[in-house]
């Protein structure tokens, strides 16, 4: 486990706490009147949620874990001859809530390095879709592409899949009249499209 990983364990406990003591104490409290202009006003004012990661004053713009742009870019480590800091560096503040060392940084690098291996099944999914899709697009679908080899779920859902199959059959194949028999148009073994409703 990375040092990032055992500072974010040791101080989820006291993070949590605190969450629970103020929807215990505060859970009634009304934090905001809204006007339909402030709607169609880029929601600028609306106090709407919490936050410990990052603030977006409306006049004096972003602060992340309290610190303005200027003050963020001069606090985290930087490259030796870099302008700007290390992206690492700016992960491990946001996820821990401090400024790291270069040397917490690097282990962050090392640690995302080890996990850049893109499946071949990722790829083939990419390259299976319309050239003209958009670049966030294909990033959504590369993410939920690799659901499947997700820790979190084996440790945490296993077999959560088995539960949604059927009803993603029913949504994915249609039923025939309002009952729940999928109704499968035959296609071919071989064919490249997928069955459709009927």
Known sequence: MTQMKDKIAAILPQWRERVTK???????????????????GGMRGIKCLTTDISYLDPFEGIRFRGYTIPET????????GAEMPYVEGHLYLLLTGEIPTEAQVQEVIKDLQNRGKI???VWDTLRALPPETHPMTMFSIAIMALQKDSLFVKKNMPYSHLRTAPVSAELYLGTKGGDSTPSVRSTSVNSSAPPRRT
């Open 119 to 121: 499946p071949g099944y």
């Open 73 to 80: 870019l001069a606090k985290l480590p930087k490259a030796k």
């Open 22 to 40: 103020l929807v215990k104490e505060y859970g009634d409290t009304e934090v905001n009147t809204v006007k339909i202009s402030q709607f169609y």
